[in-house]
């Protein structure tokens, strides 16, 4: 099996998002990643508010979630690797993409590459492996050609 993904737009975008399958794949041939599934789901303002506040405890939207399948000690083993979920807020990534001069283009890249880095399992809650995460989500977008 190869590496396979889905793309649930929930939101109903209204622009091209075809250039993720670029971004997605540089993110998975870098870290080396084979036989693995997720998925993105594209989501509005009070689903990812109703999301982190279940889950994170955080009663607020905020612009990417990510559920790392296996971060769970109960993971099955399995020939194909279920990594596991991102949600990605359309709506606040374009607020972030106006207020941060991106492109939607780079805005919905950036949230893609750091959503797929969490499942891989990266973090960033020191400033060591933020620097890390970080310095390889901008790598690999600039591979991408997708820079701010």
Same mark, same amino acid.
């Given at each position: 099996m190869k590496n396979t993904y889905e793309i649930n737009d929930l939101v109903n975008v209204d622009f091209d998002y075809t250039y993720l399958d670029d971004v997605i794949k540089r993110v998975l041939k870098h870290e080396k990643v084979k036989n693995a599934y997720f998925s993105i789901i594209f989501v509005d303002l009070k689903e990812i508010e109703r999301i982190n506040k279940e889950y994170r405890g955080i009663d607020?939207?905020?612009?990417? @979630?990510?559920?790392?399948?296996?971060?769970?000690?109960?993971?099955?083993? $399995?020939? =194909?690797?279920? /990594?596991?979920? =991102? *949600? %990605?807020? =359309?709506?606040?990534? @374009?607020?972030?993409?106006?207020? *941060?001069? +991106?492109? @939607?283009?780079?805005? &919905? $890249?950036? &949230?893609?590459? +750091?959503?797929? /880095?969490?499942?891989?399992? *990266?973090?960033?809650?020191?400033?060591?492996?933020?620097? %890390?995460?970080?310095?390889?989500?901008?790598? %690999?977008?600039?591979?991408?050609?997708?820079t701010r």
């Open positions: 607020r939207a905020t612009d990417v @979630i990510s559920f790392a399948l296996e971060d769970n000690p109960d993971k099955i083993n $399995s020939d =194909i690797r279920i /990594l596991g979920d =991102i *949600y %990605i807020c =359309i709506p606040k990534m @374009i607020e972030q993409a106006h207020t *941060y001069g +991106h492109s @939607i283009k780079r805005e &919905l $890249s950036f &949230l893609t590459v +750091h959503g797929m /880095l969490h499942l891989l399992g *990266y973090d960033h809650m020191n400033k060591e492996d933020e620097k %890390i995460m970080f310095g390889l989500q901008e790598l %690999i977008l600039n591979e991408a050609g997708t």
